[in-house]
């Protein structure tokens, strides 16, 4: 093998290690985008369950407290 087959071979392999190194990085920062939208969407479920947990607890407490005013409302109209 005289040098230019030399140098043609090695110039041949580090192409291929730098495609590898490429093609790694970018399945990394596919992977850490995948992770980040994994995550804005959970947080997001998250918050949008608590939210309607917080409005089903209002909704109850406004139920209660209209339930109550009618009761005392029956009990002041049952004294006049």
């Given at each position: 093998?005289?040098?230019?087959?030399?140098?043609?071979?090695?110039?041949?392999?580090?192409?291929?290690?730098?495609?590898?190194?490429?093609?790694?990085?970018?399945?990394?920062?596919?992977?850490?985008?995948?992770?980040?939208?994994?995550?804005?969407?959970?947080?997001?479920?998250?918050?949008?369950?608590?939210?309607?947990?917080?409005?089903?607890?209002?909704?109850?407490?406004?139920?209660?407290?209209?339930?109550?005013?009618r009761e005392n409302e029956g009990i002041e109209n049952e004294h006049i």
């Amino acid at each position: 093998m005289g040098p230019v087959e030399f140098i043609k071979s090695c110039f041949i392999i580090a192409c291929v290690m730098l495609s590898f190194v490429i093609f790694i990085k970018v399945s990394f920062a596919l992977v850490d985008w995948l992770v980040e939208r994994i995550r804005e969407a959970t947080l997001k479920y998250k918050i949008k369950r608590l939210l309607i947990e917080y409005l089903e607890s209002e909704r109850e407490s406004l139920e209660n407290r209209k339930g109550l005013e009618r009761e005392n409302e029956g009990i002041e109209n049952e004294h006049i």
